[in-house]
């Protein structure tokens, strides 16, 4: 077993966690504005990810993606996360499933997002479906030459700048899931409504109304009744990359306490001479350390050819959850280590406070990963636990 970085992985790492300062300097600017930045910057930041390497990192080099493994994907995401205000949505990450797109589809969806001309989000939530897509009842009805989608969908991210829509919905009367493409100016699509959430992402979250929108065919992604498969894919990756932001959004949170406890003094001590303080930072690395590494080990087994899906989908869980919620406690000691200061919008750990808050909902709520965690030990027994043997 070896657990160095490569030299490429080292200067990956490099090259990520100095993007990631870069998109730092921008987050007072994001804050103050309640979350979007203006075009022009946004355009000078991608191009610059562009430049590191460290653009639409989950796509084929062949494509023109930086064509990154999982494990090399989780390196880079790890030092996105340390960034507030999501601006790690800067560096587009396509949604995964669009590579199984056909050539059609790949010229005209996919290409275009990897070179940052257009945009892609995903919609599965409705209104009255969430940790329960199957109860979803956005339908697709079969027309002439193609299919007439009815629904509503909700949270959709980054939707506000999206040129398409990946929508799942029920096709034909056996309300099969499916992924259809939607264009956002096609007729019938209305974004309705672009909530306020807790955190001030540079991108936000609308909600749609489809109104028998016409979606020919050819924009169904991956075939009829393919839509749950694609979308558990969808959420394997994501699951692990949560995980990689929130260790990473965990360790500058723990950064910036440990630097606060050794420069404040209170009743003419170092806070950080003090053992309530130091029980903090202690058990702030340890819920890192252990998530670090849990989280490294399940995208470098997801990188091989012998892995099993299922497990794997479970061990994403585990990554997701644990990380997740220990970010939730390492943020909450951090902001007590800062006292009043750590609940000043212009310091990163208050902002980091609400932000990370999210993690435990979507991409499915930490009730739901530990439902897919039981299911997978009761199924399959304790495999999930094992590291592989070949
Ligand atoms: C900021 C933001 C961005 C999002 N982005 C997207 C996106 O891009 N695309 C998309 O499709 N969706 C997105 N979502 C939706 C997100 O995935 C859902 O909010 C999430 O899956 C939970 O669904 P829900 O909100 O309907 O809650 P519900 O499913 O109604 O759950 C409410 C509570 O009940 C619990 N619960 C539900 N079922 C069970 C059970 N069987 N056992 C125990 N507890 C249970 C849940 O864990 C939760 O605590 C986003 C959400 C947010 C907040």
Not at 62 to 77: C, F, H, K
Not at 181 to 196: I, Y
Request: aromatic letters at 8%; charged letters at 25%.
């Amino acid at each position: 077993m070896d657990m160095r970085y490569t030299p490429e992985q080292v200067d990956l790492k490099r090259r990520a966690a100095g993007y990631a300062e870069l998109l730092m300097t921008y987050e007072n600017q994001a804050e103050d504005a309640g979350g979007p930045l203006p075009k022009d910057l946004v355009a000078e930041l991608t191009r610059a990810a562009m430049k590191a390497g460290v653009y639409a990192i989950n796509m084929p080099a062949r494509w023109g993606g930086a064509g990154l493994s999982l494990l090399d994907q989780v390196i880079v995401e790890e030092e996105f996360g340390k960034a507030t205000n999501c601006l790690w949505d800067i560096p587009w990450r396509p949604a995964n499933v669009l590579a199984h797109g056909d050539e059609r589809q790949r010229e005209k969806y996919l290409l275009p997002v990897i070179r940052a001309e257009r945009f892609d989000a995903f919609a599965v939530t409705e209104p009255g479906a969430g940790s329960d897509p199957s109860s979803g009842r956005s339908t697709a009805t079969r027309t002439e030459g193609g299919w007439l989608l009815n629904g509503e969908k909700w949270f959709v991210t980054c939707g506000d700048i999206a040129d398409f829509l990946l929508v799942q919905a029920d096709a034909g009367p056996e309300r099969q899931p499916t992924l259809f493409f939607v264009d956002k100016s096609a007729e019938g699509v209305a974004m309705t409504r672009v909530p306020r959430f807790m955190h001030s992402a540079v991108n936000g979250h609308p909600e749609f109304t489809f109104t028998d929108v016409l979606v020919a065919d050819e924009d169904v992604l991956g075939g009829v009744g393919k839509g749950y498969e694609l979308t558990k894919e969808w959420f394997t990756d994501e699951r692990l990359m949560i995980a990689a932001r929130t260790v990473g959004a965990a360790e500058r949170a723990l950064q910036l306490a440990r630097g606060w406890a050794l420069g404040r003094e209170q009743f003419g001590s170092r806070i950080a001479d003090y053992q309530m303080i130091q029980a903090m930072l202690a058990d702030c690395a340890v819920d890192i350390a252990v998530n670090r590494a849990y989280t490294h080990q399940v995208a470098w087994e997801a990188g091989r050819p012998d892995t099993d899906p299922k497990t794997l989908h479970a061990k994403a869980s585990t990554a997701k959850l644990a990380a997740s919620e220990a970010a939730g406690r390492v943020i909450d000691r951090c902001l007590q280590i800062f006292g009043g200061r750590g609940y000043d919008r212009s310091y990163p750990v208050e902002r980091m406070y609400r932000e990370l808050r999210v993690d435990r909902i979507w991409e499915g709520t930490s009730e739901i990963q530990r439902l897919i965690i039981a299911n997978e030990l009761i199924k399959r027994g304790t495999r999930v636990l094992a590291l592989p043997t070949r």
